[in-house]
């Protein structure tokens, strides 16, 4: 994938895009209960235990200094003509640049008024300086994958006795307490509570301070934008930038981070990807100063270490072992049903985390979001986790525990005959009707996506998603892609043709 095709990876496309606002509050289930049946996937073992380190024992990063490929920042300008639904801010984050810069390289009178069709020069980012390669965070604290999963984060926030643990708001008309809200971040974006808990303490002082300024009320994660307020939406933002820089750095996709003031800092190519996801987030809240403190040892790693310890003592490295295959698995619906294959590789939850997603589409003549009494199946044998919200998350290696081993998203689940928390399901057994519930669709259909150890899996790269034998396959366009089988061929389209019709 090329680095301008992953700039698009900031662009969000209605085909099946994860809205921050849930619809019905998700059931959990009470660990203990699965059926022992292996699948051909191991869980990492890991300790429930908080990591020790005996008093005068060195200090080791895990994280080697070995040099990550940076891609090459642009040296020529570009043409770029206005779509619809563009504005200058949009196309700027796009393009890495400052809004300024567009505006002065195109001579704009009125930077808010733009025509479709209209063509625009985007000029080349300027660096500036170079960026830092002190580590942050290992990997594994930035997921939520094994590291997290002796962690009870409604006790810590408790203990701690700060402003979080008596907050309270409303979510679609249902109270929602600061506890659940960083649970459910957390788990619906596959983000380490500790790192949220971090990243709100260094903003707002929510986890520690009983009265923290009063400026912080509207805005704990420091973005001042009237359409995110409170914290569930905050959060929300804050995971998905996380994300978006971790899983950048994972397929060589940053080259430099835009700051507030819009200056372009280069990558350091000895940090690692948590570190990275780290330094995305803060270079979209603070201008040069504010970004260097932010990710320097007096920083957010500072207010880390204050809350837990040491942060590199949790690292679970390689969260993904070397030859890591994936178990077999099946197409999510019923044998012999014809169903669209309408959404290539794309975000497996938001638009910052990895392409890690596939869309399908049941039988029907109609368009739109319209009711199915068709089923979507499980792809493989496992116990259902969670399933609230649209969402369904099938855990594959039956320790009950989303951050271990394998782990599917069934995404756009109605609530009519779902799936309930505690069942466990052979491949090809219902999981309930597809429907556009749960985030902002254009149609009826299911998202399907793949975690392993708490990471997202992308279904472009080295580990192709193969559905019956039929093995993904990317372009470097998000939603865009095919299904390859003994010869075959099947494109993604949003819409249903011969060309995208696929069945077991």
Not at 109 to 127: A, K, Y
Not at 462 to 469: K, R, S, T
Request: aromatic share 10%; hydrophobic share 40%.
């Amino acid at each position: 994938m090329s680095s301008l095709s992953l700039l698009v990876i900031f662009g969000m496309l209605l085909a099946c895009s994860r809205s921050v606002l849930p619809e019905d509050s998700p059931s959990w289930i009470v660990p203990g209960q699965a059926e022992p049946q292996p699948i051909g996937s191991v869980a990492t073992q890991v300790s429930l235990l908080p990591p020790t380190r005996a008093p005068g024992e060195p200090i080791l990063t895990p994280t080697p200094d070995n040099p990550h490929p940076i891609p090459t920042l642009r040296t020529e300008p570009l043409q770029y003509f206005v779509q619809p639904g563009d504005t200058l801010g949009t196309i700027a984050q796009r393009y890495g640049i400052s809004l300024e810069d567009v505006v002065e390289a195109n001579t704009l009178v009125n930077p808010n008024l733009l025509e479709v069709g209209q063509e625009l020069t985007i000029p080349v980012p300027t660096p500036f300086g170079t960026g830092t390669g002190f580590k942050i965070i290992p990997d594994s604290e930035l997921v939520y994958g094994p590291g997290s999963a002796g962690f009870d984060a409604a006790q810590f926030i408790e203990a701690k006795g700060g402003y979080l643990a008596r907050h309270r708001e409303e979510i679609e008309e249902k109270p929602t307490t600061g506890i659940e809200i960083v649970q459910r971040i957390a788990t619906d974006y596959s983000v380490n509570p500790r790192l949220l808990l971090a990243v709100l303490e260094y903003q707002s002082g929510w986890v520690t301070q009983p009265k923290p300024d009063e400026a912080t009320m509207k805005y704990p994660i420091g973005l001042r934008d009237t359409w995110r307020e409170d914290l569930y939406l905050q959060l929300a933002w804050a995971a998905n930038q996380l994300n978006m820089g971790y899983y950048l750095w994972r397929v060589n996709g940053a080259s430099g981070w835009l700051l507030g003031d819009g200056s372009m800092v280069p990558v350091a190519p000895t940090i690692n990807a948590g570190t990275a996801g780290v330094q995305r987030f803060f270079s979209s809240l603070y201008d040069r100063q504010g970004w260097e403190k932010a990710v320097s040892p007096e920083g957010l790693f500072a207010t880390y270490t204050a809350l837990f310890g040491y942060a590199f003592d949790y690292a679970i490295e390689p969260l993904l072992p070397a030859g890591l295959r994936q178990p077999a698995m099946l197409l999510p619906f019923e044998s012999g049903k014809a169903w669209a294959f309408t959404g290539g590789p794309h975000g497996g939850w938001g638009d910052g985390s990895a392409w890690a997603a596939l869309d399908f589409a049941p039988p029907t003549d109609a368009l739109g979001c319209i009711p199915s009494n068709e089923w979507v199946t499980a792809v493989a044998d496992g116990q259902i986790l969670r399933a609230g919200d649209g969402a369904v998350i099938q855990d594959l290696d039956n320790d009950s525990l989303e951050q271990t081993g394998w782990a599917v998203l069934y995404m756009h689940v109605e609530s009519r005959d779902r799936v309930q928390p505690g069942a466990y399901l052979r491949a090809g057994e219902h999981i309930g009707h597809p429907s556009c519930e749960g985030g902002v669709s254009s149609g009826t259909h299911v998202h399907l996506a793949r975690k392993y150890n708490g990471e997202w899996i992308p279904a472009d790269q080295q580990l192709p998603f193969v559905l019956d034998g039929w093995a993904s396959r990317g372009t470097g366009d998000i939603y865009d892609g095919y299904l390859e089988r003994e010869g075959k061929v099947v494109e993604a389209y949003e819409g249903r043709s011969t060309a995208n019709i696929i069945q077991r």
